[in-house]
């Protein structure tokens, strides 16, 4: 679910003009999964401009404030939302711990850096959400913590099926600041996609798997 219409067209805006999204239905990239896709996201990018990483910051840090309330800690998902997370923890005033995908195999083995206590609330911030499985396996290793995850709150989503079926799966809620549908919405608009790429881009993402086969 998004967090506001204007604010998903807003920052779908500025991940164009940046290129956080770029969208190549002509010349597919390749993800690490091995997927062919027209679509790739880095959002990383955002940390390299100060008036955008700020906004993105204030939009997520409001949200959080007013949909949760203050929680005891933001926590971030490695490496991607490091960044970001810790600018919403600074905006909220409030402690930042990050999760790493697995546990580390030398000095104190941690998979959770930073200080939380067992019973405290965080609210987990992702830079991108595809399938959700390593957003997700944050999540999890919270829980194992015996922290309390109130939600997550993302960036971006590809909005696949598989997504919302994995989030529901492990009873977390997830909120984006915008999403795919408003990607294209904005690209159209604005003449950054012709009608025909609008068309591939549309048939990719209701089934990535089979555009892939073919």
């Known amino acids: 679910m998004i967090i506001d219409k204007f604010a998903a067209r807003q920052a779908a805006k500025v991940l164009l003009q940046i290129n956080a999204i770029k969208l190549q239905p ?46 005891d800690a933001i926590a971030g ?3 991607g939302a490091i960044g970001i997370g810790m600018l919403v923890a600074e905006y909220l005033g409030l402690p930042f711990i ?17 200080f939380i206590e067992s ?11 595809s399938t959700g499985k390593s957003s997700l396996n944050a999540v999890r290793a919270l829980k ?20 919302k079926e994995n989030f529901e799966n492990e009873n977390t809620q997830l909120h984006t600041l915008s ?8 690209a159209a608009e604005t003449n950054y996609i012709t009608e025909e790429q609008l ?16």
Request: proline share 6%.
């Open 98 to 114: 990050y999760v790493r995908p697995e546990a580390k195999g030398h000095g104190r083995q941690n998979q959770i850096e930073g």
């Open 77 to 79: 998902v490695a490496t």
């Open 26 to 71: 002509n010349d597919p990239f390749t993800w690490a999964s091995g997927w062919k896709s027209p679509i790739y996201c880095d959002n990383r990018i955002i940390l390299s401009f100060p008036p955008i990483r700020n906004y993105i910051r204030e939009e997520i840090g409001k949200f959080i404030e007013q949909h949760y309330g203050k929680p």
């Open 144 to 163: 194992n913590a015996n922290v309390n995850v109130k939600g997550m709150v993302a960036i971006f989503t590809y909005g696949f099926d598989i997504a």
């Open 179 to 186: 999403n795919y549908e408003n990607l294209l919405v904005e």
């Open 119 to 129: 019973g405290q609330n965080v609210v987990v911030v992702e830079d991108l959400i």
């Open 199 to 214: 068309q591939t881009l549309s048939n990719w993402n209701a089934n990535p798997s089979e555009w892939n086969a073919n």
